[in-house]
């Protein structure tokens, strides 16, 4: 039974990548597991936003996205940073393939909420079948984008995105890959994160807003079918949190 592993990767993540990381992306491989890597691109995008004069603003880890920012998020996403990481993927001999909604209708969805959050979006629909077509030949690397029905672009929450796709997939694993090795309680990473005690933290301001969607986002794939979720700076697991159902359980 073929297994399929979604990575979301930070956009700090993606320009510091250990030899580890491309070391168990062969290993999975070699185990006929089958990989879909799904890229930010956010401190670029605040960057460059601030450079141009563009409004940077986030609600809930959420950017609020106007037709300038979406053209500059596209341009980003598309131009630099997914090239930069297909390059890395290509230098340590890996088959990799860049991906986006405008493929094969791949990425479907709607605003979340206009007003608010401007051309954001929530994913509807994704093309599953060509997909998994895709992914038995090549490591996909898919850029956070969506179209609506009538080809609109949407820029949809990484983290959101992932867990979301990995849920159409049915994938076996969710792995959150950002620049810190965990979710951190008092400077420590905790192994489990249950979702009664995440609550509490978010509750407390012990979890800020930049891990908060990814906490959701991991919550949600395992609440929908997903087998396991990490967040972690190692796709080794080493010094991860494990996000578990149950209070206290690993599933």
Known sequence: MKQIIVIKIGGNAVAQLPDSFFQQLACWRQQGQQ??????????ISQLSEELHLTVKKIAGVRVTDAATLELTKAVLLGLVQPE???????????????NAGCNHLLQGHHLDQPTYGEVGVLDQLNTTWLEQI???????????AQTIDGQWLNVNADTAAAEIAT????????LL????????AGEVL???SQQKAHALIATDVIKSGMTP??????????????????????????????????????
């Open 191 to 193: 192994p489990e994160l």
């Open 168 to 175: 159409k997939l049915n994938a076996s694993k969710l792995v």
């Open 85 to 99: 990481l297909l390059s890395k993927l290509s230098a340590h001999d890996l088959p990799v393939i860049g991906l």
């Open 35 to 44: 990989i879909l890597i799904v890229h930010g691109g956010g401190p670029k």
């Open 214 to 251: 990814k906490i959701k986002a991991a919550f949600a794939a395992l609440n929908h079918g997903v087998q396991q979720a990490f967040i972690t700076d190692d796709l080794t697991h080493t010094g991860t949190t494990f996000i578990t159902q149950k209070a206290g359980i690993a599933q």
């Open 178 to 185: 950002t620049d810190v090795p965990g979710v951190l309680s």
């Open 135 to 145: 992914l038995s030949r090549q490591i996909g690397v898919l850029a956070p984008l």
